[in-house]
């Protein structure tokens, strides 16, 4: 797997792999990139298992930075339903074709960045969802289906966090320490479906660095890029990425 990637495919990986420490720096808008760029390079459902090793790094590198601050009553509401939501997904996985699978990605990070964007351009309107536990029923079996179909929850976990009005660093806290608890879980999981490979293990041992550095990057950027234009570039391309796995184009 890692000696048939070309040079752009090799870009394409590290830019991933840094955009995983990036997007938990402080810009949520990188949260799918590398979800669009693993799946071009390694296919929808392969590259699932290529990705999931990195996220535990990043997760790791962002409990060291961030993991202090951190609601844990959030954590417990949302594990046993998010658990639920990793099982159906898995059961899935085994039973989906590779074109299918690539159309379910494909929609789940469409209506994600869609979730996104109105996140960005209207965050008021989720001041009136209901802070209730149906409401953590619903969002928690949505993440893990999609945390296990595609390493893509993040916008639904940071949708739930946001409607309960947690402060940005708790948020970044309580997301951190969530997704380590369930990228962990996941592992088995993917070794079990055969997507943990020795050659994917290989891309993640050579790649591994690019996260930390990504995350470093994003910790001094932070500061000094104007946040929302940044992610509505980034959410655009990820968008278009999006609209190829669909086939619109």
């Known amino acids: 797997m890692l000696s048939s990637l070309s040079a752009l495919e090799i870009a394409m990986v590290v830019l991933g792999a840094g955009g995983i420490g990036f997007s938990k720096a402080g810009f949520p808008g990188v949260s799918m990139l590398h979800v669009v760029l693993f799946a071009i390079v390694f296919g ?53 074709d590779e074109d299918i699978f690539r159309i379910v990605v494909g929609v789940i990070i469409m209506v994600l960045t869609v979730i996104q964007g109105l996140r960005m351009w209207r965050p008021e309107a989720f001041d009136s969802i209901p802070h209730s536990r149906w409401f953590a029923l619903v969002l ?25 009005s947690l402060p940005k660093w708790e948020l970044i806290g ?16 993917s070794f079990n479906l055969g997507l943990i490979t020795p050659s994917t293990l ?6 591994a660095a690019a996260v930390p550095m990504g995350m470093l990057a994003g910790r001094w950027l932070v500061h000094r890029v104007p ?5 509505v570039i980034l959410l655009a391309f990820t968008a278009i990425a999006a609209a190829r796995l669909l086939g619109w184009f």
């Open 44 to 96: 929808p459902k392969e590259s699932t298992g290529v990705l999931l090793p990195l996220l535990v790094v990043g997760d790791l590198f962002a409990i060291r930075l961030f993991g202090q601050v951190a609601d844990w009553t959030h954590v417990r509401r949302l594990l046993p339903p998010t658990l639920t939501g990793i099982l159906i997904g898995w059961k899935m996985m085994g039973s989906l």
């Open 140 to 164: 928690g079996l949505l993440a893990g289906m999609t945390t296990m179909l595609a390493n893509a929850a993040g916008p639904v976990v940071a949708l739930y966090l946001l409607a309960v």
């Open 227 to 231: 946040q929302f234009w940044f992610n």
């Open 174 to 189: 309580t997301s951190a320490w969530l997704f380590l608890v369930l990228n962990l879980i996941k592992l088995p999981l």
């Open 202 to 207: 290989a891309v993640n041992v050579t790649f």
